[in-house]
């Protein structure tokens, strides 16, 4: 009975959200120009482990994220930039096509492009290649888990989207398309670019396909527990 309680609890904390929570490390104005050192740590960290799991992803070699396969892809046929270089140029692109549809950004969003970019350069470089294929899986995998949680800890820092994730919200609002069909139109575009451009399209891009979405949202659900609990304790402690 303990072990069917432990599992029941397991999975109620696993639950994926539906909406990303307000918590307690949330900016309650997502374009503070100066939010809590706590929200910004937060912000931070997470933006660092989206890029630690996005490096894991390309150096597991079987297949990237959509907008990795451009970034790599513009990288190869740049010659001289990095994946890292290219994630950061596409990202700041991707902002300028921010202007038409009337977004604005905020720290995050800023935050967002740097980090990441930084964190791939960094880190692709450094990280071993898998010699075998189950290797190269748990690599993608575990890279996948990370993007999740570090997409949950800047979402719920709520100090403005990631540059692609504001374009995608921003192309919806204005032309009222539904929000699923606009990102599969855009991340199915890229992921065309990218691979014509020699991007990696394999596997890989099949699991972060298919995986993300349950991933964030039981990372945003876990979020969401943890930042009510917090909640909870600092005000019995008042």
């Not at 991340?187 to 891009?205: D, F, K, N, P």
Request: proline share 6%.
């Amino acid at each position: 009975m303990r072990r069917l309680s432990w599992n029941m609890d397991l999975l109620e904390i696993l639950r994926p959200a539906k909406k990303v929570p307000t918590v307690w490390w949330s900016s309650p104005d997502p374009m503070s120009l100066s939010p809590k050192s706590s929200t910004l740590a937060i912000l931070v960290f997470g933006e660092i482990l989206f890029g630690l799991g996005d490096s894991l992803l390309i150096a597991a070699g079987i297949g990237n994220t959509p907008w990795t396969v451009l970034a790599e892809g513009i990288s190869n046929y740049a010659e001289t930039w990095t994946v890292g270089e290219a994630t950061f140029i596409v990202s700041v692109a991707v902002m300028f096509l921010w202007i038409p549809i009337k977004e604005t950004p905020g720290i995050g969003t800023i935050l967002n492009a740097i980090i990441i970019a930084l964190t791939i350069h960094v880190m692709v470089p450094i990280l071993p290649q898998p010699e075998t294929l189950l290797g190269s899986i748990l690599m993608a995998s575990s890279g996948i888990i990370l993007v999740g949680i570090g997409s949950a800890m800047y979402l719920t820092s709520n100090l403005g989207p990631g540059p692609r994730d504001g374009w995608m919200t921003g192309i919806q609002r204005v032309t009222g398309v539904p929000i699923g069909r606009v990102r599969i139109t855009i991340e199915a575009s890229v992921l065309l670019i990218g691979y014509m451009l020699g991007g990696t399209a394999w596997i890989g891009t099949l699991m972060f396909a298919l995986a993300i979405g349950p991933v964030v949202a039981s990372c945003l659900a876990i979020a969401e527990r943890i930042g009510s609990e917090d909640r909870a304790n600092l005000d019995s402690q008042h």
